[in-house]
């Protein structure tokens, strides 16, 4: 047996997708993105950003352990693809998904090679294979596994071109099929003229079927519905029937009109319409394919040719006493089409694509073949079919666009739980070829359809499962514009294969809207036949508008005789697993990293054995040496990459990790005993798992040990040393957390006694208000640097603000304090917020946070008009660095992040520890890169940081000396000097950056041997640049404060930034992003701060002068020359 092996593949293509004004809307369009290096001839997805794809053993240039590889996963996030290593052919075969989310491949084909090749999976038959792929929760699919042993688990009887659906007890119904490879047609003695179910039933003896028989010979991958009642209508050749499980008896209904036949090889397509209550009237939809006469035998495939017209006929049939009666109703599609396939759209209508006009599915058969192909005339528009309007006018193709890709035979196609289309695949030929009319393609297209460009409608608080018949609510958001017209959909995307997606269904919901239009009230279907039991996805129409879809893992539950059968099945499975896992050999191992007990913690002795730790593995990056020149070849003001910030794609081919390293490893971890393993972060960079204390020590070679804060008494599980295996070493950067102790809780701003104000204003403070120099205002901060007051205009230039620590932004405050200090703004100006690790904003007197109100208050009051997103962490209680590592890692995975985002926080470097300090720092950089401009507060603590005075060296925080951010000290008064609680300093793990080598230079030559000793003179100075921080006043819990501190300075500062950044969008240039090097070329467009210093430690710290220093940087901001320097 095998478990898959996962490979990335680094074909990286990026694909836009916007939220603009609904009149802004692109309309139906095409993006092609990227290359599945296979032929995508089945597709399925299997979760919120992956679908599993599958092809044949034929030379495809995928690779996995040292041979090609035939199956991979899509990852409609990164687009890209990610091998799978299979066990047998899965040429022609068909899947579906379990009640319990499993999704299965059944059937394939012989392996078949030409002269020359080597066979990679020899004496493994795909005609009886049974795949099994796990659900898995990992957003790239690594850790996602695929189980497969030929030799025990397969299905009964040899099947290529079978269909597989899924039925009202949650299994599989796999349904006929060819036992052995054929010329073009099926046969008597080639048919696999049966159905058989997995779980198995009847003993696994698969159930003989009359109608397969009277079929023949085009039969195969029979379009099959399960039905409302239970029964699964089917379609072969141009004959129907019903057939009833239970009583295990076929019902003969009337045949297609007018002789056209729709299986393959006469390929047309077909679906079953959408069901709505009360009734949920089934209604089957059969287009295309070709009314050839199936009077023809292998010897006589000949007499057929690529230029035979293909049918345009679609023909519709309810599934009632009285409208079997009726029988077929036929309407026509604006074109002929072979080989189309239809996919149902969230609001009820069908979109039919792909295909040719004329020919036969299949390759190389016919009289005349156009290359390989047996088709030819590719259509290459699709059309929308209304099943709401009336006979003659429900065909659509306004607006529709033309693809220059002709998806042909062996193509797959499936709606997105994004609401787009993915299109892939088409090889009507063996093997890889490029040199027909119709080659193997490898191009992945997305039709869009005009709602992915206009602001949509989102769910939140959906359920993960949801029981037959029960109400749910969702919470829902509508945009302005839209009005309540609204669908409710509960969709199988189905498995899609030779122009059929099996199993495809779309259930409306019945519902209700709250008065506030906030929730809907929502029935799920009534019973297991309306809707089989098993994984959907919602969807929400408003107005023709769809949002994205949210999954529902599970509709109802297993029965109890199903629910058996699979639970017996992974037992099996993994019992097969665990036999051929051998416990590993101990390897040398090698310390990865060991600290002394930090002064404000004491030793509480062991944990419990079992007490469970959430621990991750920081990947080793890939190429982050390149990623920090390309970093600052955009960022540098005289080179000529300037302002030519990376995309998410091209980050990404930085930052993920090799393969050899996710492999390599996962398998430490696995053969080692731990199970519970996800692969996680913005680059698939962090593995995460989860075991005890005792298997955590054994794995580690370390001894975790309860620590707790002796101010606080929070108590932590910690390690003062871990290892890791020698070999291990160029693949993991850290573990965490293990030598990280930082106390949960973080500094709030610290509330400030009046400072007299100075006896004289300087020049550039003249028309200030007359209580500036002791009460700092918007108005105050507009007049000391020039910030002007006009608003902003550009929506796509934001600003964020970081939220830790339950601290909630209130609205009623920021109302207050506009209305205050800034009545010519809106009061009703207001801010986002967007939630990671479960963070909320709530609002209430009493629940006033002094740090978030400071924070937002600074950033709209100041950056007018500016969008601002308050981003609220989740409380980290049992790991303070937890957080800033879920901030950043979600803003990097982000298409579209702030421009700008400011954070009030800082930890003592030591706190973290240098590997982990490193890997922050690096996803910053990472962030940078794109040109996200990251600013952070310096401390308040001078030169001792967070530590006591008593300080036997000076402390530097953290991020503040991480090269890639811009850290903000703070200033007082209008004729400015640093603030003294200012930390600053020198890094004591990065060193110092090129872009700050001159000037930090200058200042030590004139500090001179001051303090020698007590900090590292050669690591990375900070803060970069200061502004005001005290007596800053803002609205609390609807009092008046005044507050101090560099959490003041930092959202101060960016709100320039974001008021520049406004500009530069307008006149159609490139935002600052990461701002150090345009910074330190433009000293002269700052204030310089020469008086004051920043004591601690005992001493006077360091003394602000003339030019940067490590106190107030490089001074506080002067808009209109840092506007000039921005070049406007």
């Known amino acids: 047996m095998m478990r898959t092996s996962l490979a990335l593949a680094s074909l990286l293509c990026s694909i836009f997708l916007s939220t603009a004004a609904r009149s802004e809307g692109l309309g139906w369009h095409f993006v092609q993105t990227g290359s599945t290096q296979l032929t995508a001839a089945q597709a399925m997805v299997v979760s919120p950003s992956l679908v599993v794809i599958f092809d044949r053993v034929l030379g495809d240039p995928l690779q996995i352990n040292g041979h090609q590889a035939w199956g991979a996963v899509w990852n409609t996030d990164a687009n890209n693809v990610t091998a799978i290593d299979l066990v047998t052919d899965t040429f022609c075969a068909s899947g579906g998904f379990l009640s319990n989310g499993t999704m299965v491949s059944v059937g394939g084909n012989p392996v078949e090679v030409e002269d020359g090749q080597v066979d990679p999976a020899p004496d493994k038959d795909g005609l009886v294979g049974l795949r099994i792929w796990e659900p898995c929760g990992h957003p790239a699919g690594l850790n996602c596994t695929l189980f497969e042993n030929p030799d025990t688990h397969s299905l009964a009887e040899k099947r290529w071109y079978p269909t597989s659906l899924r039925i009202f007890d949650g299994s599989l119904m796999i349904i006929g099929g060819i036992k052995e490879n054929t010329t073009f047609f099926n046969d008597k003695e080639r048919s696999a003229s049966s159905f058989e179910f997995f779980p198995q039933k009847d003993g696994g003896v698969p159930r003989p079927s009359e109608f397969l028989d009277r079929s023949l010979p085009a039969n195969l991958f029979p379009r099959s519905f399960a039905l409302p009642d239970g029964k699964i209508f089917m379609v072969a050749n141009n004959q129907t029937i019903t057939y009833d499980i239970e009583e295990q008896t076929e019902t003969i209904l009337p045949d297609i009109p007018n002789g056209v036949r729709v299986t393959n090889p006469y390929d047309g397509t077909a679906t079953l319409l959408p069901l709505s209550p009360p009734d949920y009237i089934p209604e089957v939809l059969v287009c295309g394919g070709t009314n050839t006469t199936d009077q023809l035998t292998n010897d006589d495939v000949y007499t057929l040719s690529s230029q035979d017209p293909a049918s345009d006929q679609c023909s519709r049939i309810v599934l009632t006493p009285e409208g079997i009666k009726k029988g077929w109703e036929v309407d026509f599609m604006p074109e002929a089409r072979v080989m189309p396939e239809m996919i149902l759209m969230p609001n009820g209508k069908v979109l039919i694509i792909n295909g040719g006009g004329t020919g036969y599915a299949a390759v190389k058969q016919v009289r005349d073949p156009v290359g390989q192909s047996n088709a030819d005339h590719p259509v290459l528009t699709p059309v929308l079919y209304d099943y709401s309007a009336p006979l003659g006018s429900r065909f659509d193709r306004e607006g529709l666009p033309t693809t220059d890709i002709a998806r042909m035979y062996h193509s797959s196609v499936s709606l997105l739980p994004g609401g787009n289309i993915f299109i892939a695949g088409s090889n009507p030929g063996n093997g890889v070829h490029f040199n027909d009319k119709f080659p193997s393609e490898f191009r992945v297209e997305y039709l869009n359809p005009p709602y992915m460009t206009v602001a949509r409608p989102s769910m939140s608080n959906v359920p993960e499962k949801v029981a037959y018949n029960d109400k749910f609510t969702v919470d829902i958001e509508i945009p302005e514009g839209l009005n309540t017209s609204i669908q409710v959909s509960l969709m199988d995307l189905g498995f899609s294969s030779h122009a059929f997606h099996s199993s495809s269904r779309l259930v409306f919901l019945e519902f209700t809207l709250s008065e506030d239009k906030k929730t809907l009230k929502m029935t799920a279907p009534p019973n297991n036949r309306v809707y089989p039991p098993g994984p959907a996805w919602l969807y929400i129409t408003v107005d023709d508008v769809t949002s994205n879809g949210a999954q529902i893992m599970n509709v109802a539950v297993w029965l109890p005789g199903t629910m058996v059968h699979l639970l017996t099945f992974a037992a099996l499975a993994f019992a097969a697993f665990a036999s051929v896992t051998a416990t590993p050999a101990r390897r040398a191992m090698a310390v990865a990293e060991q600290r002394q007990v930090p002064v404000s913690f004491a030793r509480a002795g062991k944990p419990d054995a079992e007490t469970k730790l959430d621990l991750r593995i920081a990947l080793r990056q890939k190429d982050m040496e390149a990623l920090e020149k390309a970093l600052y070849d955009v960022s540098t003001p005289d080179s000529s990459l300037y302002g030519q910030h990376l995309s998410l794609e091209e980050v990404t081919t930085y930052a993920t990790p090799s393969e050899e390293s996710v492999n390599t490893v996962t398998q430490w971890l696995q053969g080692n005993g731990v199970t519970d393993i996800t692969l996680s972060g913005p680059f698939d960079d962090w593995i995460s798992f989860r075991v005890s204390v005792s298997k955590a020590d054994e ?28 070999d291990l070493l160029p693949h993991i950067d850290l573990v965490h957390p293990t030598t990280a102790f930082v106390r949960p809780l973080a500094k709030q701003p610290v509330m400030s006694v009046p400072i007299p104000g100075s006896a004289n204003l300087t020049e550039r ?45 209130q609205n009623e405050d920021l109302r207050n304090f506009l209305g205050s200090l800034r009545p010519d703004m809106s009061p009703d100006t207001t801010f986002t917020v967007q939630s990671i690790d479960g963070g909320v904003n709530t609002q209430g007197p009493g629940l006033a946070g002094l740090e978030a109100n400071l924070d937002v208050q600074y950033t709209l009051g100041l950056a007018t008009d500016v969008p601002t997103v308050f981003i609220t962490v989740g409380n980290q209680s049992s790991d303070g660095a937890g957080g800033f590592l879920d901030l950043i890692d979600t803003l990097n995975a ?46 308040d603590g001078g ?18 000396g991480c090269p890639f951010i811009t850290s903000v000290g703070g200033t007082q008064g209008v004729d400015e000097i640093a603030a003294d609680f200012s930390t600053g300093g020198f890094s004591g793990v990065f060193s110092r950056p090129s872009y700050q080598d001159d000037t930090v230079s200058a200042y030590l030559s004139a500090l001179g041997s001051t ?26 819990g609807s009092r008046t404060a005044r507050v101090a501190g560099t959490s003041a300075s930092s959202p101060i500062f960016a709100s320039v930034i974001a008021l520049i950044n406004d500009r530069l969008v307008a006149a159609g240039k490139p935002v600052l992003g990461f701002l150090n090097p345009f910074l330190y070329a433009n000293p002269q467009a700052f204030f310089d701060i020469a008086s004051g210093s920043n004591p601690g430690c005992g001493t006077d710290g360091f003394p602000a002068s003339s030019g940067w220093d490590p106190v107030t940087g490089l001074g506080t901001p002067n808009f209109a020359v840092l506007l000039t320097a921005a070049g406007l």
């Open 894 to 939: 982000e298409s579209a992040p702030p421009q700008v985002l400011t954070t009030s926080y800082s930890f003592d470097e030591g706190d973290l520890g240098s590997a982990l300090d490193n890997r922050i720092c690096n996803a910053y950089m990472t962030l940078g890169a794109r040109g996200v401009s990251l600013l952070f507060s310096s401390g």
């Open 943 to 960: 030169v001792s940081g967070g530590q006591p005075q008593s300080c036997t060296s000076f402390i530097p925080t953290f991020p503040g």
């Open 1011 to 1036: 303090d020698s000793g007590l900090f590292n003179a050669s690591g990375r100075g900070f803060p970069d640049v200061a502004a005001q921080g005290v007596n800053i006043e803002i609205k609390s």
């Open 765 to 809: 403070a003249l028309g200030a208000p007359d209580d500036c120099n002791g009460l700092v205002t918007p108005a105050c901060l507009q007049s000391l640097y020039g910030i002007p007051a006009t608003p902003a205009t550009q929506s796509s230039n934001m600003i964020g603000v970081s939220g830790f620590v339950n601290q909630f932004a």
């Open 699 to 726: 794995l580690l070679d370390t001894n975790f040990e309860n620590f707790v804060h002796i101010e606080s008494g929070e108590r932590l599980v910690r390690t003062l040393q871990y290892s890791i295996p020698q």
